[in-house]
Nanobody
Framework: VQLQASGGGLVQDGGSLRLSCAAS????????MAWLRQAPGKQRELVAH???????DYSDSVKGRFTISRDNVKNTLYLQMNKLKPEDTALYYC?????????WGQGTQVTVSS
């Protein structure tokens, strides 16, 4: 099983980006999927997660600006990021609980210029 994250880039303050994280390989069920981020010199932060029933939760720092979603047919996780701020600059990771095992994708860099 592999997770492939994509969609990062450079954007101006107030801009938008959409991250994707695609799961591939042989598996039965994805229970939980999440986006995390880590800025230089800071601890990794859980940004948002979504359960297989569609229940979502967000960190206070992104609530109202970011939207997490998943496509259970494509086995893909998304993070729509609007009204981006310079403090959102970080390496963004996805992870997923797949058949009771936790898998990580590689990071995708998001840089927001002021």
């Amino acid at each position: 099983v592999q997770l492939q994250a994509s969609g990062g880039g450079l954007v101006q303050d107030g801009g938008s980006l959409r991250l994707s994280c695609a799961a591939s390989g042989t598996f039965s069920h994805i229970t939980y999927m999440a986006w995390l981020r880590q800025a230089p010199g800071k601890q990794r932060e859980l940004v948002a997660h979504i359960e297989d029933r569609g229940i979502t939760d967000y960190s206070d720092s992104v609530k109202g600006r970011f939207t997490i979603s998943r496509d259970n047919v494509k086995n893909t996780l998304y993070l729509q990021m609007n009204k981006l701020k310079p403090e959102d600059t970080a390496l963004y990771y996805c992870n997923a609980l797949i058949d009771a095992k936790l898998f990580w994708g590689q990071g995708t860099q998001v840089t927001v210029s002021s």
